[in-house]
């Protein structure tokens, strides 16, 4: 395919200074150059995740060499390869994931971090995909090492992380439990696959967890919430379990009774994704590719999509998002 002209200038929402939503701003740029293995891709869709509100915010810098534009996720179509790319031509359509840029008409992003939309979604349900994939593929199976006949707890299962981890924990022969801000949300994880949603503004889930799986407990917990929360999963944390944190919306802090850990042999660990090595993130890419792509084809794991923003709406879609009333992914439509 012939590479389209391509202009010397876009439209991209950048971070005017920390604070609000109303922070994001529209601004030109010049084009992104693709350095060595990267492509240059016209964006068609751009996730929002809640690093956006976090970097939005002042409490996220984007690491070494990134773009200040927010965005970790995109679709789009290639139009222009970097020296040494291969396995990708100019016309692929395809989703990234990015170390910031997302929000704009066009960014760079390494080929190794590109996959091909997944058959049956759209450009902008496959703009929802990456963000989510890797970070729960990583973490609830490498370094969770979830397997079938395991449980699994997923705090926040509404988001978008959590709506991913449910399908794919339920997909690959795990009991899912998970928790959720009130009923409507708790619906809609049991019909993705969740044994039992647990209204946290009415119930507590470590009494019904306790109630359901006795002393067992849990296998797996994939927590974003910490603070307070990490006793609490301790607690219904199964004998050489594993509590897997990713976030902390209720602080970076906690105290431990490191006796019940040392008794039950349970492993403490987390990651965060963003300033990984792109040849770590190229090999997640892989996996997904391998176990997770024909799952989404396939229909047995579905993208939930709440709702989409034109690019310029980009604040209304953090403020949706800070409202917490979403069920699963926010996307920006830029094509």
């Not at 529209?26 to 150059?33: I, K, Q, S, W």
């Not at 067992?216 to 594993?242: C, F, H, S, T």
């Amino acid at each position: 395919m012939t590479a389209p002209t391509l202009p010397a200038t876009m439209t991209a929402i950048e971070i005017a200074e920390p604070g609000g939503p109303e922070q994001l701003r529209a601004t030109t740029r010049p084009l992104p150059v693709p350095g060595p293995g990267e492509v240059l891709l016209e964006v068609a869709a751009a996730g929002v995740n809640r690093p956006d509100i976090i970097q939005r915010q002042g409490h996220y810098a984007p690491p070494p060499g990134a773009s200040d534009i927010p965005g970790l996720e995109v679709s789009g179509r290639v139009v222009a390869l970097g020296p040494d790319v291969t396995g990708l031509a100019v016309g692929d359509a395809v989703c990234a994931l990015l170390a910031g840029g997302g929000y704009a008409e066009y960014c760079a992003v390494p080929a190794s971090l590109c996959l091909p939309v997944p058959a049956g979604l759209s450009m902008v349900q496959a703009a929802a995909v990456p963000e989510t994939f890797f970070t729960v593929w990583h973490n609830v199976f490498e370094r969770g090492a979830l397997i079938s006949g395991e449980s699994l707890l997923v705090h926040g299962g509404s988001s978008g992380i959590g709506t991913t981890a449910i399908q794919l924990g339920r997909a690959f022969g795990a009991k899912v439990f998970t928790t959720a801000g009130n009923a409507e949300k708790c619906r809609v994880c049991e019909e993705l696959g969740a044994f039992r949603a647990i209204d946290y503004s009415r119930e507590d889930f470590v009494a019904v967890i306790k109630e359901i799986n006795g002393k067992k407990g849990v296998d797996v917990i994939l927590d974003m919430v910490g603070g307070e929360y990490l006793a609490r999963n301790l607690e219904i944390l199964a004998a050489d379990g594993r509590h897997v944190s990713i976030a902390f919306l209720k602080g970076a802090k906690a105290t431990l009774n490191l006796m019940p850990l040392m008794l039950k042999r349970q492993t403490l660990t987390g990651s965060t994704l963003r300033p990984r090595p792109v040849a770590e993130k190229a090999r997640i890419a892989q996996a997904l590719r391998e176990k997770a792509w024909p799952l989404l084809e396939s229909g047995t794991v579905k993208l939930v999509l709440h709702q989409t923003f034109p690019l310029a709406a980009a604040a209304e879609a953090h403020r949706l998002m800070e409202s917490s009333a979403h069920i699963g992914k926010i996307v920006l439509t830029v094509r």
